[in-house]
């Protein structure tokens, strides 16, 4: 939802012929439809465990911690993840790949995980921690890829950021279509200068 539309329209505007559609769902329902086959490929925001697909990754897609700009920790440096704990923190749905990838942080950290609510997407998320409900983790592309965001702040947490990768995921065996190996080709080639040079720093 960050950068997939951007990289998209490039490629449409290049091969003006060709009909897209672009779903956004979280890892649960997206490993669903890869096994029934439903689409010419995937974009994970992490490589899902597994041997039944391809993977190839195509940007870095660094994990922060969030908060509102105005909360006490936003202008703190190098603090400990202990201390990042124990503020409320908001959770994606079951299913998500942030949900397990927030789960998995805190349990290698030792730190139990004070869930205030659960959301069923980023967005949701983003303008709870704007509401002041809490803090999380979430992809920095959550900030926008061209302007810092003036109510969102990304936390100085020991640790972080810690890097994952987007990347192009299909059933293994799948005979990929022309369009989706046009595509493909074209995401990984142009996909950092469309995309990731235009990231706003923290």
Avoid at 4 to 33: D, K, T
Avoid at 59 to 68: K, T
Avoid at 102 to 129: H, Y
Wanted: aromatic share 10%; proline share 7%; hydrophobic share 45%.
């Amino acid at each position: 939802e960050y950068f997939a539309p951007r990289v998209l329209a490039a490629f449409v505007r290049q091969h003006p012929q060709v009909e897209v559609s672009l779903q956004i769902h979280n890892q649960g329902v997206l490993l669903e439809r890869m096994a029934k086959n439903l689409d010419d490929l995937y974009i994970f925001a992490e490589a899902p465990a597994g041997r039944d697909w391809v993977t190839q990754p195509i940007l870095p897609n660094p994990m922060v911690p969030f908060a509102h700009a105005d909360h006490p920790l936003a202008g703190e440096k190098n603090i400990p993840f202990k201390r990042f704990a124990k503020e409320p923190f908001l959770m994606r749905e079951p299913g998500s790949g942030a949900r397990s990838f927030a789960r998995d942080i805190f349990e290698a950290r030792g730190c139990e995980l004070r869930v205030r609510m659960e959301l069923s997407n980023n967005e949701a998320i983003k303008q709870a921690i704007i509401a002041g409900l809490g803090v999380s983790i979430m992809s920095r592309y959550t900030l926008g890829l061209d302007v810092p965001h003036e109510q969102l702040a990304v936390l100085d947490v020991q640790g972080f950021p810690v890097n994952r990768d987007w990347v192009f995921v299909h059933p293994t065996g799948k005979q990929l279509s022309l369009v989706a190996q046009s595509f493909m080709a074209f995401t990984l080639r142009e996909a950092k200068a469309l995309v990731f040079d235009h990231l706003s720093k923290p």
